[in-house]
């Protein structure tokens, strides 16, 4: 007879299926925006972009560092989704709402997601660097070549900048996800659409929960990025995160701090609508399976 997965187990295969779903579905667009973000330069039109990507590296070229981003995005999206619920009881334990009879509210959400985020952070930081730097470098450069070259260089430290920007980014990007995805989604629980058509229902949902976080987070992913792209060749490199911020607006305005935006608003939200719908999808899918065990 066949045992039936733990929680933990079905949030872990739930969140690694939803990261791998996410990643395809928006590197192509993630690695043009990369490479405008980074630009110090005038922004150039995103056709001038992707012109120069297809030259230099052909079609397959939009697609890389994909096998970076599936090693980061993966276990990040793994720990999330697993994360999450503990974190979400944690804070309702701590409020003195453990029973069951209480329903978490948006500012729990907020809360649960914020630690998700921030706990996950911290170990796939590293991994998100490797992804970041092999996707806005034109020719032909593997996670294996770059290690070998930090760690020849020994300089894998630099595998952590953009840490502090990342970190203050990271926990209100999932508080906002979680809270507004879970929140919304409890809303329309009982309308046609979700009783119809759960899955559009559920990306729809997802991306406007992506495209709130992403819009409030942008300007300190525009530090996070250039320091982790160019290392110490970046002037943002020895700076704290208000002085990185303040270097931008004054060289670039606050264009600069939003250079990229228009395609983020279409990349990141995308990506989220597909890892929310996804793992959400795939959790109720175990559930149903462990309960005809």
Not at 42 to 69: E, I, K, M, N
Not at 180 to 189: I, P, S, Y
Request: aromatic share 10%.
């Amino acid at each position: 007879k066949k045992m039936p997965l733990s929680e933990q187990q079905i949030t872990s295969v739930s969140g690694s299926v939803s990261g791998f779903a996410a990643t395809f579905a928006k590197q192509p667009i993630q690695r043009l925006k990369w490479i405008r973000q980074v630009d110090s330069g005038p922004a150039q039109p995103y056709s001038v972009v992707l012109q120069r990507t297809l030259a230099s590296d052909g079609f397959t070229g939009l697609f890389r560092g994909s096998l970076a981003a599936v090693c980061r995005n993966v276990p990040h999206s793994m720990l999330v989704y697993s994360i999450y619920p503990v974190a979400e009881r944690a804070v309702m334990s701590g409020l003195g709402l453990g029973d069951s009879t209480h329903k978490p509210s948006f500012g729990i959400r907020f809360c649960a997601g914020y630690m998700t985020t921030f706990g996950a952070t911290l170990i796939t930081h590293p991994l998100d660097t490797l992804r970041v730097r092999i996707s806005v470098t034109q020719g032909d450069l593997g996670v294996r070549d770059l290690l070998r070259r930090l760690v020849q260089t020994g300089k894998v430290g630099q595998l952590y900048y953009g840490f502090g920007a990342t970190l203050v980014g990271a926990g209100p990007r999932g508080a906002i996800g979680f809270s507004v995805f879970e929140t919304l989604k409890d809303l329309g629980r009982a309308s046609e659409t979700m009783q119809r058509h759960p899955a559009i229902f559920k990306f729809l949902v997802g991306y406007f929960a992506g495209l709130c976080a992403e819009t409030a987070i942008y300007p300190l992913d525009t530090v996070r990025r250039r320091q982790q792209a160019h290392g110490e060749g970046s002037p943002l490199s020895n700076r704290s995160l208000a002085q990185a911020l303040l270097l931008i607006w004054r060289q670039e305005g606050i264009v600069g701090m939003f250079k990229g935006l228009p395609l983020n608003l279409i990349k990141n939200p995308l990506a989220t609508g597909v890892s929310f719908a996804v793992n959400d999808l795939v959790k109720e899918w175990l559930y149903e399976r462990n309960r005809s065990l």
